[in-house]
C-alpha cells in the first residue's frame, strides 16, 4: 500500500517562515490530486491548499498570499512553503492525495482523498 509522510513542522515566531514536505511512498503523485490540510484544537479540519493533477493550485483565502503549494515529481514530494506566519496557523498539517475519485471527492474539503499522512504540527508564537 501507499504511504504519505509529512515533515517540516516546528515553532516559529510570527513572521517566520516554514517549509513543509510530504513524502510519498507505493506510488507516484504526477497523476494525484494534492492537498494540504490543518486542524486546530477544537476546530474542524479545513483545506489550506491543494494542487489538482493539472497542476492548478488552490488556496484557502486565510493563506493566499503567504503560503505557496509546489510538487517535485522525481522527488515524490509535495511541499508548503509558509512566509509571514500568524499564531492564527497554529494547527497540525496534514497531506493528502487523491487517486481514484470515489463518489462524493471533494479535495476542496478533503473528502474522499486515498491517502492521508500523520501529520505534523506546526506552532507559531506572538
Known amino acids: 500500500g501507499g504511504q504519505l509522510v509529512e515533515s517540516g513542522g516546528g515553532s516559529v515566531q510570527t513572521g517566520g517562515s516554514l517549509r513543509l514536505a510530504c513524502t510519498a511512498s507505493g506510488f507516484t503523485l504526477d497523476r494525484a490530486d494534492l492537498g494540504w490540510y490543518r486542524q486546530a484544537p477544537g476546530n474542524e479540519c479545513e483545506m489550506v491548499s491543494t494542487l489538482t493533477d493539472a497542476g492548478t493550485p488552490h488556496y484557502a483565502d486565510s493563506v493566499k498570499g503567504r503560503f505557496t503549494i509546489s510538487l517535485d515529481n522525481a522527488k515524490r514530494t509535495v511541499y508548503l512553503q509558509m512566509n509571514s506566519l500568524k499564531p492564527e496557523d497554529t494547527a497540525m498539517y496534514y497531506c493528502?492525495?487523491?487517486?481514484?475519485?470515489?463518489?462524493?471527492?471533494?479535495?476542496?474539503?478533503?473528502?474522499?482523498?486515498?491517502?492521508w499522512g500523520k501529520g505534523t504540527l506546526v506552532t507559531i508564537s506572538s
Open positions: 493528502a492525495a487523491g487517486l481514484y475519485y470515489p463518489a462524493g471527492y471533494d479535495p476542496l474539503v478533503g473528502d474522499g482523498m486515498d491517502y
